[in-house]
């Protein structure tokens, strides 16, 4: 790859102020100041997992709850992937993980085809983890889905500790956003027989 793959995302509103810079291309870096601790530790595992490189900041009306800024920073990162993958060329396109986590069994798939989708096959046992509300982690990765135009599912086989579950979400959706991104040199153009993605 000769072209960065990179995207430098801002979102203010007045609920929220959010400052992203991503790399498709990275080591596995991420710079996290969030206000939600549990977040920036999911963001930091999906970054290491993919080998990205993510820099966040994101500040927002955390004493009403956390739904705001959670959706928000999954707008922000949808939007980046979308932008920093460019016209797509060369691209893998399908990228899949099935991530076990103790107890957990995870399988993340991801297609890159401009065409948004979200299924969500997870009845999370536990409505918090620490302050955090579970449910955000649905509203997360539907809006990254529909901001990123991918093709998104998550499926928890099974599992009994939240925490567990959730990391394993992220972990794999690293890995699987990792293999479909990859460039394959055996690709010429775009990966559809319609000639365009």
């Not at 400052?19 to 963001?43: I, N």
């Not at 499926?155 to 479909?180: P, Q, Y």
Request: aromatic share 8%.
């Amino acid at each position: 790859m000769t072209e960065e793959r990179r995207a430098v995302i801002e979102r203010k509103t007045r609920e929220t102020d959010v400052h992203l810079d991503f790399s498709m291309d990275g080591g596995g870096t991420s710079e996290l100041d969030v206000q939600v601790p549990f977040l920036a530790h999911m963001l930091e595992l999906f970054t290491k997992h993919g080998l990205f490189d993510l820099s966040v900041k994101g500040y927002g009306d955390v004493e009403v709850d956390d739904h705001h800024i959670t959706e928000d920073i999954g707008i922000c990162l949808g939007q980046a992937l979308r932008q920093a993958m460019g016209d797509k060329h060369g691209m893998k396109r399908y990228g899949s993980m099935t991530l076990p986590m103790d107890e957990a069994l995870v399988t993340v798939a991801v297609d890159l085809s401009d065409r948004p989708h979200f299924e969500w096959k997870a009845a999370l046992p536990g409505a918090r983890v620490g302050t955090f509300d579970t449910e955000n982690v649905h509203e997360f990765f539907w809006k990254l889905a529909i901001e990123a135009r991918m093709n998104l599912h998550i499926v928890l086989h099974h599992g009994h500790n939240t925490h567990h579950i959730i990391e394993a979400m992220f972990k794999a959706f690293g890995r699987a956003l990792d293999e479909a991104t990859m460039i394959d040199p055996r690709v010429k153009g775009v990966p559809s027989t319609k000639g365009s993605l």
